[in-house]
């Protein structure tokens, strides 16, 4: 059964950066599965922040656009969000996500992991 355990969260100031892991275990097939990270923050919807595939062929919605940047490691089994120029905004819960369910292998969640932009 696939586990996702994320690291990184943590208390920043306000234009500083954070990078965030997601570390894979339970399968041996990593590379049929897209990466995603996700956030929600107090009071709102989970929201889809940044995609990445086997081939790491990414794409980010609007509140990641320009100040987000996602990766994966295959060989570590492993993805990042690198989130630069933090804002009080970019306070929320994040959440990595692996989805197999295109070669039929499900998906499961991280545990979530707590960014706080604060001065």
């Known amino acids: 059964q696939v586990q996702l355990v994320q690291s990184g969260g943590g208390l920043v100031q306000p234009g500083e950066s954070l990078t965030l892991s997601c570390s894979f275990s339970?399968?041996?097939?990593?590379?049929?599965?897209?990466m995603s990270w996700y956030r929600e923050a107090p009071g709102k919807t989970r929201e889809l922040l940044a995609t990445?595939?086997?081939?790491?062929?990414?794409t980010y919605s609007d509140p990641a656009k320009g100040r987000f940047t996602v990766s994966r490691d295959n060989a570590k089994k492993s993805a990042y969000l690198q989130m630069s120029d933090l804002k009080p905004d970019d306070t929320a819960d994040y959440y990595c996500?692996?989805?197999?369910?295109?070669?039929?292998?499900?998906?499961?969640w991280g545990q979530g992991t707590r960014v706080t932009v604060a001065s």
């Open positions: 996500f692996a989805d197999g369910s295109l070669w039929s292998r499900g998906s499961s």
């Open positions: 339970g399968s041996d097939f990593y590379n049929d599965y897209l």
């Open positions: 990445i595939s086997p081939y790491n062929s990414s």
